[in-house]
């Protein structure tokens, strides 16, 4: 691995590592999941990346190249479709109700919800029954697209977790919680 990019596996999430690389790559925003990865793991690119730190054009051409497709992790790009949007996101309400309806404190809120903010599976909600249904406020309706949950509200249920594996943590999801079997 390269050096400058070994540097950045002391953060303590997938999402923070991955707007670190974006940092040092002068971006305002995070690098995509395919693009941290295939930096890990492919030290040509990795320099070349770093070598274009100064050309948005070529930098732009590293970070959208097609064989970036091949490092996404996992659940990248599910398409659900309505039935399972119904289906999920009713779901999760029903298994909080059954729960008592028990809400997670506001420190584990603030964890989980920084790290869906930062998150590429958090999308625009999609103009689908679902969503009309379960959403309350419109300031923060994007949905997680690993799952088809509304994150801010998700992130609030105690009977909810985040569905995808911190590729730096095995064993942990991306709110930097165990995965339970
Ligand atoms: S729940 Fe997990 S996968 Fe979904 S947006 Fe949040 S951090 Fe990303």
Not at 152 to 173: F, R
Request: aromatic content about 8%; charged content about 25%; overall charge negative.
């Amino acid at each position: 691995m390269l050096e400058i990019i070994k540097e950045l596996e002391g953060a303590t999430s997938w999402n923070a590592m991955r707007k670190e690389l974006g940092n040092l790559l002068g971006l305002d925003t995070p690098v995509s999941s395919a693009v941290l990865r295939r930096a890990r793991e492919d030290d040509k690119f990795a320099s070349y990346l770093m070598m274009s730190r100064n050309s948005i054009e070529t930098l732009n051409l590293f970070l959208n190249t097609p064989k970036n497709k091949e490092y996404e992790i996992s659940a990248t790009g599910i398409e659900h479709t309505n039935l399972d949007l119904a289906k999920r996101a009713t779901k999760a309400i029903f298994d909080w109700g059954k729960s008592g309806f028990q809400k997670v404190d506001q420190e584990t809120f603030d964890t989980r919800f920084s790290n869906c903010e930062q998150c590429e599976y958090l999308k625009e909600a999609p103009d689908k029954l679902a969503y009309q249904v379960t959403l309350v406020r419109k300031s923060s309706n994007k949905i997680c697209s690993a799952c088809g949950c509304t994150a801010s509200k998700k992130a609030w249920l105690a009977t909810e977790s985040c569905p995808v594996e911190d590729p730096l943590h095995a064993g942990y999801n991306l709110w930097e919680q165990p995965i339970s079997s």
